[in-house]
């Protein structure tokens, strides 16, 4: 277990929202011995005394559900020193003292391969580790270019590339759910599933992220990583442990079985949009081009769809979509799993919705929609059983950062699986920054962008308005729903 752990970039939202109050869990849960050192370094000008101001700020707001003593021992412990992450003298500075060191980098992109560089000359020692965010790289060949400048400082089991999304409990519970039950797994094939949406939608706008948002976008924000991450647990063939290993070899051949896009798929089988003004709830959003720190020149979209196929015997002819959106009207976080209907109903007439499991991601739980026969034998009814996950014991950046400190790779991403991951969606970018598929807009508030005829989702089912939310509005598994025919059965708007 390394003791000592250095934060760079330690002024930012990253740090200031994620990082310090997963430590104040930790601390709190008796994982940090008595001699961890935290340092936290940036540009800032700023004393040791304002820094722990500053730290004892942030958590009232960001852990004001922790225990005093945990917040005060973290805050009042605290290092900081000013230095500029590029500069190997400056890094050398951070990191000398007596054994290793874990280095996590809560920087902007752009400057990994700048500290990177300066870290193979700032003598890191021996069995230090080096923690980096999402996105990594920009694309395909920055990405590799990375990999290698990392190659250079560290063996590939001392990096751990981050995706806090694999930290959720509900997350890692899809390989649970398919693996531990029976029920599930012999089905979990395009024999019975004809469509799998992962879905980020939120009514949340940049927040004061513009700086960070407007350069990369939705696809390279949530779609190219933690989307791409979920569809891998939810498509990877059984590992033969939850080893790092295995997991992540199985995770890269879900990447490597994802079809290529040709010019023409990426025309039919993606969205992209930005909102315009409009009011989420009680509050007025202004044009994502009038935010401030957007630069309208970037064309940055604010929504995102693909809609993947995979060439494998398990999922040939099932269609993952993945979507993620900002400024819409509810929030929407979860992966749906809709099953194939049944091929003869003994009825006189009615006709079931297709069957539904449901991951909920925020909130964490399950949910499955089946149907069953109501009062009349003749009708058919909706039914929901639903569930809520227990507290996790840790906040996903808690297990994220215990995972770095005691040197388990399993959640973290491989050098392999983040350049595979780029090759994935490096035909939509490209088509994309050619204006090739257009930058369509949605008012904020709205359910976003229109579909359009031949697009992405047309010739398919389209999402269903069973969201998840509704089906945790109660705290207990329940049975319930209105009767439904013939009519109720249709494709209908995603929600």
Same mark, same amino acid.
């Given at each position: ?7 760079? @970039? ?9 990082? +310090? ?17 935290? *340092? ?38 605290? #290092? ?36 990177? /560089? ?18 990594? @790289? ?7 270019? +990375? ?19 694999? $930290?959720? *409990? ?5 390989? @649970? ?7 599930? %797994? ?23 992220? /513009? ?34 290993? %295995? ?9 490597? =079985? ?15 949009? #930005? ?24 064309? *940055? %979209?604010?929504? /995102? ?6 060439? =494998?015997?398990?999922?040939? @002819? ?22 194939? &209907? ?9 006709? $079931? ?25 003749? *009708? ?6 639903? $569930? ?6 840790? &906040? ?22 983040? %350049? ?45 308005? #069973?969201?998840?939310?509704? /089906? ?24």
């Amino acid at each position: 277990m390394i003791n000592r752990l250095v934060i760079l @970039g330690a002024t930012g939202d990253l740090n200031a929202r994620y990082l +310090l109050p997963a430590l104040v869990a930790l601390r709190s849960a008796g994982h940090l011995g008595d001699g961890f050192e935290l *340092t936290c370094a940036d540009r800032s000008d700023w004393s040791v005394e304002e820094f722990r101001d500053w730290a004892s700020d942030q958590l009232a707001r960001h852990a004001a559900d922790q225990p005093g003593e945990g917040v005060r021992e973290i805050a009042g412990s605290i #290092r900081y020193r000013q230095a500029d992450a590029t500069d190997p003298a400056d890094l050398a500075s951070l990191i000398a003292g007596e054994g290793p060191v874990a280095l996590y980098l809560a920087l902007p992109p752009a400057i990994f391969p700048g500290t990177v /560089a300066a870290l193979r000359d700032a003598n890191l020692p021996p069995g230090s580790r080096i923690a980096l965010e999402k996105p990594f @790289g920009e694309d395909l060949d920055s990405a590799a270019e +990375l990999n290698r400048l990392l190659e250079a400082v560290v063996p590939e089991q001392a990096v751990f590339r981050i995706d806090h999304f694999l $930290a959720m *409990t509900t997350v890692q519970n899809v390989l @649970g759910g398919r693996l531990a039950n029976r029920v599930l %797994e012999p089905i979990w094939n395009s024999a019975h599933i004809d469509e799998v949406e992962i879905v980020w939608d939120e009514c949340l706008t940049l927040e004061g992220r /513009a700086g960070y948002y407007d350069g990369v976008g939705a696809l390279k924000d949530m779609v190219q990583n933690h989307l791409l991450q979920l569809l891998c647990l939810v498509a990877m063939e059984p590992p033969i442990s939850i080893g790092e290993r %295995e997991l992540r070899d199985r995770k890269v051949d879900v990447l490597r =079985s994802v079809r290529p896009f040709t010019e023409q798929d990426v025309l039919r089988r993606t969205r992209r949009a #930005r909102y315009t003004a409009g009011r989420v709830g009680d509050r007025v959003v202004p044009t994502y081009t009038d935010e401030e720190g957007v630069d309208p020149g970037h064309r *940055t %979209e604010t929504f /995102a769809e693909v809609e993947l196929e995979l060439d =494998s015997w398990r999922w040939s @002819g099932t269609t993952f979509r993945l979507r993620s959106g900002k400024a819409l009207r509810n929030d929407r976080k979860e992966i749906a799993v809709r099953f194939r &209907p049944v091929p003869h109903l003994p009825f006189g007439h009615g006709e $079931a919705l297709p069957n539904m499991l449901r991951f909920g991601l925020d909130p964490e739980g399950f949910a499955l929609d089946v149907t069953g026969v109501g009062s009349h034998a003749q *009708t058919l009814v909706p039914l929901t059983l639903a $569930a809520q996950m227990d507290a996790p014991s840790l &906040p996903a950046y808690g297990q994220v950062l215990l995972d770095i400190l005691s040197g388990n790779a399993t959640l973290s991403i491989r050098g392999d699986e983040a %350049e595979e991951a780029w090759r994935v969606l490096t035909p939509v970018l490209s088509a994309w920054s050619k204006d090739l598929v257009p930058l369509q807009e949605y008012p904020a508030g709205s359910d976003g962008p229109p579909k359009q005829p031949g697009l992405v989702g047309q010739h398919g089912q389209s999402g269903d308005d #069973r969201s998840l939310p509704g /089906a945790f509005s109660q705290l207990r598994p329940h049975l319930g729903g209105a009767p439904v025919g013939p009519a109720d059965h249709r494709h209908r708007p995603d929600g």
